[in-house]
């Protein structure tokens, strides 16, 4: 693929410019981002998009998605939506891939795409004197891709060595098995970038086809933070997505349903150190209880050097660098899972000790000293998301994606600090299933008896 620092012209003072628009570097203060106030701007044409205006700097960035991504490829052409997304900025309209790509290099404009399993999004992040031809390019891209042959060639050999690559990473294998043993048949199983096989099957038509059906006004997101007014917002969202289909065609997924539940899976390799991964039915974003979840898997694994089990892990015994849980909310599925990689003599005692600690979790619950402390790090520490204008644009995004509401940056420190001890003892008991926890292991470890074979990958 390639890399933003292949794009940065020699001449040093352009250079400079460069590293400001791909940085983006925007930095609020704690106060002034409490004080951030999202707009929302409608176009004269009836896109809309959430605006924090900012003029400090002559620089504006842009995020996109649209509902709808890599959970949605066909059977025997998975990565479909990755591949789109390593194309549509290769060539588009009138130019090729080699001009298009100049352009974005000669104007500083940085412009790049992603497939998620729930979603396509896209980031555009642009000098303000460069921004007609900057939207004028990102309008280009997702209404008249051309799919060239050097091109599709060219990212397909890069996608298959890179997946080549991964075929032999053991964080890549644990975390994709765990995904195929947790989801069973259902899409969100997939691996998103597409197996080798999967890759050289999907054709320049398929790429088109994908454009043709995902890309509409209806399952458009926008948030833009920077250098420009809501009128002249306005008239951008007009000429950038106006000429995209009013409607998608529709998609259903069904909602997953967790497979194997307790299932252990070893996947042997002749590597010092094993992988471990795990994981569990977690919690859905819009669950009433989930900002409860949310500050209990910090102080459980989402606390970095803070939490239990990194406590019990490696401060303890040494037995891991890393230690860590997280929750994994999708649109039709949720997990919370976790992982570690310690000396193949030690994972079964590791592992022992995650199933303690989830279990403690889950009849105990949190003490009230670690709630305020979980409380006190995730509400002061919100700002900090604020470092850079696409961050925000990101986040104005996910708002509207998760339909969290135009003031939520207000109002989110408040969710936080509604958790009461009851509700965090309650909502432990309620996700943390220790039981359940379906593992997978990659590597030669002791001490781990497995209790079916790995799940075969889907195509």
């Known amino acids: 693929m390639r890399s933003p620092s292949s794009r940065i012209p020699g001449n040093p003072a352009m250079a400079l410019l460069v590293a400001a628009a791909v940085a983006v570097s925007i930095v609020f203060s704690a106060v002034q981002a409490r004080a951030v106030e999202v707009q929302r701007v409608v176009s004269p044409g009836g896109i809309e998009a959430w605006l924090v205006e900012d003029h400090t700097n002559p620089i504006i960035a842009l ?194 349903q967790m497979a194997n539940p307790g299932a252990v899976v070893v996947i042997d390799k002749p590597i010092p150190q094993s992988v471990v991964a795990l994981g569990h039915q977690g919690i859905m974003r819009d669950d009433p209880d989930y900002y409860a979840a949310y500050v209990v898997n910090y102080i459980l694994g989402g606390g970095g050097f803070s939490s239990r089990l990194v406590e019990e892990v490696r401060e303890k015994r040494g037995l891991a660098y890393s230690v860590y849980a997280y929750l994994a909310p999708l649109d039709h599925g949720s997990i919370v899972a976790g992982g570690t990689a310690t000396q193949n003599a030690r994972v079964g005692e590791s592992l022992d000790l995650i199933r303690q600690e989830w279990a403690r979790m889950a009849a105990e619950g949190p003490t009230a000293e670690e709630l305020d402390d979980a409380k006190r790090y995730l509400t002061g520490s919100f700002p900090l998301r604020f470092d850079s204008s696409d961050n925000i644009a990101g986040m104005l995004v996910g708002m509207q994606m998760e339909d969290l509401g135009i003031d939520y940056l207000e109002k989110r420190n408040g969710y936080i600090e509604a958790v009461t001890l009851d509700d965090a003892r309650r909502v432990a008991k309620r996700i943390y299933r220790p039981d359940e926890l379906s593992v997978v292991v990659v590597g030669a470890p002791e001490g781990i008896t497995p209790t079916q074979e790995a799940p075969s990958g889907g195509s």
């Open 63 to 256: 995020e996109l998605a649209f509902l709808g991504g890599a959970a949605l490829d066909p059977q025997g052409k998975v990565g479909l939506a990755t591949m789109v997304s390593s194309l549509i900025d290769e060539g588009a309209g009138p130019l090729d891939s080699q001009a298009f790509q100049g352009e974005l290099d000669n104007l500083s404009i940085s412009l790049r795409f992603d497939a998620g399993l729930d979603s396509f999004s896209g980031s555009l992040a642009t000098l303000t004197e460069n921004r007609e031809r900057a939207f004028e390019l990102l309008r280009l891209a997702l209404t008249e891709p051309r799919f060239d042959e050097e091109p599709v060639e060219r990212i397909r050999s890069q996608l298959i060595a890179r997946l080549s690559r991964d075929s032999e990473d053991p964080n890549t294998i644990a975390s994709r098995t765990l995904r195929r043993l947790m989801f069973g048949e259902h899409p969100y199983a997939r691996p998103v970038n597409g197996t080798e096989t999967s890759i050289a099957a999907i054709s320049a038509a398929d790429l088109r086809g994908f454009v043709q059906r995902r890309f509409g006004r209806d399952r458009l997101f926008v948030g833009v933070v920077g250098d420009i007014t809501p009128q002249d917002l306005g008239k951008v969202l007009d000429e950038t997505f106006g000429a995209l289909p009013e409607k998608a065609s529709p998609f259903t997924l069904a909602e997953a």
